[in-house]
């Protein structure tokens, strides 16, 4: 046995605990979550079945820590692990889950298979079995500090030229303020207008923020590699800077794994509470307009519709609030089917778009997301998620689908109320 399918077994092992015991017991093989997943249901190839992508994490569970599959493997009826199969699952780990959690809502024992690929992926990472894309993300962004690389320069000049555009001062290190923001990488390289946007907002809401030279990356590689150390690293970066800083809220962006990483997974990676809260920038702006500092001045007339990205709908739990932001600007506000928590997703989400490797699977994969589109036929498609944004645009295009994609912060700023005094109702 080599020494890296050693360490990988042995990351297997640390994983297994009760609720993955109470997991492997429960699954009655119904198979009702092969159509749940979006790669499954879009090529109908079996091995994208989601209970069988945690096959080998079954046998080592089985072999190790069952009596019958220790008799079973001694008679060779449960086979041990190989490298073979570790680079065989390499594919159904990374490359067709896109940890998008559809398949846990259909599990009729409430398996959270979710869950269980995330600690699959930390037995595959650690024997080498990962994508060399999020290996080497994961490497310039605890190097670096993002995974797009050394990205503080661009970041500074994003933020001058947005000082530029509004007139607004934005501060960075700055002490005493209610809240630190967080951006993810995309943002800073392709969407960066909604440094303005929220820069506009926060003004007319009277909310005072400052940006950490420090920690200003939102991502989190290592949850999406499946490397516990490298997660904690970087949760550990964002809430060291906050607690510095003395903020009361970190704003998580418009970035769908940034908002699961910190807000829930943290916590439990760095082992204590946040002496801060987190709250993702949407439920900011409806908390905003809830308090009646948040106002519009005029509807968008086009017809839009909204794609909810998994990890902030499904995962996170923000399902009302970006409705009702839409229905503040929305004239013609229509949803695709199954929007909500039962959304598909972009096909691009959990390190998946990062691959380049399975380009075809994820064009076939979106062929759901063309015909939910293509049944509403919007103007514009409203997100939340700067990684969905890239996704959408970038396989709309290759679909030949003319239809905008617009971040909901901006579509807010847009009809910002110039007017708004920024006091509390
Ligand atoms: S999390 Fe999503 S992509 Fe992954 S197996 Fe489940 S349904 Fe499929
Ligand atoms: S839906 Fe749940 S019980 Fe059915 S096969 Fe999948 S994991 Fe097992």
Same mark, same amino acid.
């Given at each position: 046995m080599t020494a890296t399918l050693q360490r990988g077994l042995n990351a297997l092992r640390e994983q297994i605990d009760a609720p993955v015991a109470a997991f492997f017991t429960s699954c009655v093989s119904c198979g009702l979550c092969a159509e749940a997943c979006i790669f499954y249901r879009e090529t109908e190839d079996p091995k994208y079945t989601p209970i069988k992508k945690l096959e080998l994490m079954r046998r080592v569970w089985s072999r190790e820590f069952t009596l019958f599959g220790r008799l079973a493997g001694a008679v060779g009826l449960v086979k041990p692990v190989t490298d073979d199969d570790l680079s065989e699952w390499e594919e159904l780990i990374y490359?067709? !889950?896109?940890? !998008?959690g559809r398949c846990t809502m259909v599990c009729p024992v409430g398996n959270d298979l979710t869950m269980m690929i995330r600690k699959m992926r930390e037995g595959m990472s650690a024997s080498g079995h990962a994508p060399k894309e999020l290996i080497g993300a994961a490497e310039r962004h605890t190097d670096l500090g993002s995974p797009m690389g050394e990205l503080h320069p661009a970041l500074v000049a994003q933020v001058k030229h947005q000082e530029k555009a509004t007139g607004i001062k934005i501060s960075f290190d700055e002490k005493g303020v209610d809240y630190m923001v967080i951006l993810s990488a995309q943002e800073i390289a392709e969407f960066p207008d909604v440094i303005g946007s929220m820069s506009r907002i926060f003004k007319k809401a009277n909310l005072t923020w400052t940006i950490s030279n420090e920690a200003f990356e939102a991502t989190n590689v290592g949850v999406q590699l499946g490397n516990r150390d490298i997660a904690r690293v970087l949760v550990q970066r964002v809430v060291d800077a906050a607690e510095k800083l003395g903020v009361k809220y970190v704003i998580s962006p418009e970035c769908g794994h940034a908002y699961q990483a910190l807000r829930w997974e943290g916590p439990n990676l760095i082992g204590r509470p946040y002496k801060f809260g987190v709250v993702h920038i949407i439920e900011l702006l409806d908390q905003l307009r809830e308090e009646g500092r948040l106002k519009v001045d005029g509807k968008d007339a086009d017809k839009l519709t909204f794609h909810d990205p998994c990890q902030i709908n499904r995962r996170g739990g923000i399902n009302a609030e970006p409705r009702r932001l839409m229905n503040m600007v929305a004239e013609n506000f229509v949803e695709t089917e199954d929007a909500g928590t039962m959304n598909w997703c972009c096909s691009g989400g959990g390190g998946a778009?990062?691959?380049?490797?399975?380009e075809d699977l994820r064009l076939d994969a979106f062929k759901l997301k063309k015909r939910q589109f293509e049944k509403v036929g919007p103007d514009k498609i409203i997100t939340m998620c700067a990684f969905c944004h890239h996704t959408l645009e970038d396989k709309l295009e290759a679909n030949d689908m003319d239809i905008e994609v617009v971040g909901l912060t901006d579509l807010i700023a847009e009809y910002l109320d110039e007017d708004t005094d920024g006091s509390k109702a």
């Open positions: 490359d067709s !889950c896109t940890m !998008c778009g990062a691959i380049e490797r399975n």
